[in-house]
């Protein structure tokens, strides 16, 4: 019977249909997992970047704009999945993996939507804080200008082809 504390061995990751998995089986390429419970759940690692869900000139605006106060150096998938857990707590699971040192990545999330809800779920959160920082510019053009743009905007169309039109093959995303 495994004993608390012992490296390498755990009571597992509880998910949020209650099914239990290894947080550490999980591999660096997996976006998401088809669990016994019956459906898919994506999966995200500390190390997964940002651009997996918007592109890179977005990424870089939100690390010059928003400044962190954790252990993270800059804005990325760390905070973009906490935001994900704030809004749907019962919806994502997470481990703590830094311990285990062949595995590469520090964090995991688990959560019980699809890769591509996720996906829609992480833009959506992600235009909500740029379009709260928005809302305390100064400028009056610039708010405007971000309204209409959202008023243009359409998640479900922008998702699927970013989704389609990405690969995924380092760390640095580029158009395929």
């Known amino acids: 019977m495994p004993e608390p504390g012992v490296p390498g061995e755990s009571d597992g990751l509880e998910l949020p249909c209650g099914e239990t998995v290894e947080p550490t089986d ?3 390429g997996m976006r998401e997992f088809r669990c016994s419970c019956g459906e898919t759940h994506a999966i995200v690692t500390d190390v997964h970047p940002l651009a997996r869900f918007v592109p890179e000139f977005l990424v870089d605006t939100l690390r ?3 400044t962190t106060e954790d252990d993270f150096e800059e804005f990325g998938m760390p905070h973009a999945m906490a935001m994900v857990g704030e809004e749907f707590p019962e919806k994502v699971a997470s481990a703590d993996c830094s311990t285990e040192g062949s595995v590469g990545y520090s964090l995991v999330w688990v959560t019980s939507f699809d890769s591509r809800r996720l996906h829609g779920v992480v833009v959506e959160l992600l235009l909500e804080l740029m379009d709260h920082a928005i809302s305390h510019a ?4 610039i708010a405007a200008e971000f309204e209409q743009y959202m008023a243009e905007f359409d998640l479900e169309t922008f998702v ?13 995303d580029s158009a395929v």
């Open 138 to 141: 100064d400028d009056d053009t």
């Open 26 to 28: 999980f591999d660096l």
């Open 64 to 66: 010059e704009t928003v």
């Open 160 to 172: 699927d082809l970013y989704r389609d039109e990405r690969e995924f093959e380092s760390e640095h």
